[in-house]
């Protein structure tokens, strides 16, 4: 589907600066550079011309983005929780609508995280089709979190979360459903990257950043990624726990949007 809101494409390619990590994680995230537990310095980060538009959940796009709505394009993250509960399975409830993020925030794009293999799945489809027609409404592309988690997961063939069949499963249910992007785990290869664009026509995917490693084995992944045809990245902690994350989104940029 093509928008006449396409702020968070550039040539058709995406770097989304995730910082949801302080509802996902907890604080624990910031710990390596405290700087990023100012929501200010990772907007300050998100200026970098790399950046194609930052991820928050609705208080903080709130509080900080209309300082930075000039300079930055948003991904309003319509749902989330937190580590702290033990939960029956995996399940991320809605804490905000498209029409609320859009009209009163100024989104350009929303996200939201299905949890594919969890009892709770049934629940979430529901929610994102709501989510989705929404989405159309608006014009804003729909950005799907597609993480294989759960019971039905862990009492089936496949080995976790992070087998590529399972991974290539979930992709598949973002095309499924109406999403015009899927984030994915990397599978662990070009190669398992390559089957992700064999199930999933002509929906953009991006790789999630996942936790920090070295620029060089991260840089590495994120060519693979590019070089199976895929779309981009989704990064939070590879970026903001850097005390330079200049130097990385310099590199990343190229390998990202080669013109």
């Not at 069949?165 to 015009?180: K, N, S, T, V």
Request: net charge negative; aromatic share 10%; hydrophobic share 35%.
């Amino acid at each position: 589907m093509k928008f006449d809101n396409d702020a968070i494409f550039r040539n058709g390619n995406s770097l989304i600066l995730a910082y949801d990590h302080g509802t996902e994680h907890g604080p624990v995230d910031f710990e390596p550079n405290p700087e990023s537990a100012d929501p200010r310095h990772v907007f300050e980060v998100a200026t970098h011309d790399a950046v194609t538009c930052v991820a928050v959940q609705k208080g903080v796009a709130e509080t900080y983005y209309p300082e930075y709505r000039d300079e930055v394009n948003l991904l309003l993250k319509l749902n989330g929780n937190s580590a702290l509960p033990k939960r029956e399975d995996y399940y991320s409830p809605k804490q905000c609508s498209v029409q609320y993020a859009v009209e009163e925030l100024g989104a350009d794009a929303v996200g939201y995280t299905m949890y594919a293999g969890s009892i709770h799945e049934d629940r979430m489809w529901q929610e994102f089709r709501e989510v989705q027609e929404e989405a159309r409404k608006y014009d804003v592309p729909v950005v799907m979190w597609a993480y294989p988690r759960g019971k039905g997961v862990q009492n089936s063939d496949y080995s976790g979360q992070k087998d590529p069949d399972l991974i290539a499963y979930a992709a598949r249910l973002g095309l499924e459903l109406g999403a015009d992007m899927v984030k994915c785990k990397y599978p662990g290869s070009q190669e398992d990257w390559e089957e992700i664009e064999r199930v999933t026509g002509d929906m953009k995917t991006v790789m999630s950043g996942g936790s920090k490693r070295s620029d060089e084995a991260f840089i590495n992944d994120v060519q693979s990624v590019i070089d199976a045809g895929g779309n981009g990245l989704a990064v939070g902690r590879n970026v903001f726990q850097r005390e330079d994350p200049e130097s990385l989104l310099d590199q990343l940029e190229e390998v990202i949007f080669e013109e």
